[in-house]
């Protein structure tokens, strides 16, 4: 099973990539955790600067962006 994170404080666009992300697993009827972390100290673990980021099986996947979803789709699928 994947291991999919969503890392951001909360904002729109964390809302957004959160959204599409799960978005993104159900139409590839993926087994995944999703989990959303808001956490300022567990984000900067991962060398994250700007947020929203996707993180897949510990790996930062994008920062600062929502990608589109056949990009996430892509980024989770690999």
Known sequence: ????????????KCQELMAQTQKAIQELDLECSVEK??????????GVMMTPALV????????G?????DDIKTMIGQ
């Open 65 to 69: 962006k929502v990608p589109s979803l």
């Open 56 to 63: 897949v099986d510990g790996e930062v996947k994008v920062t």
């Open 37 to 46: 972390v808001t956490d300022i100290q567990q984000i900067t673990s991962y």
């Open 1 to 12: 099973m994947k291991e999919v994170k969503v890392l951001g404080p909360g904002c729109p």
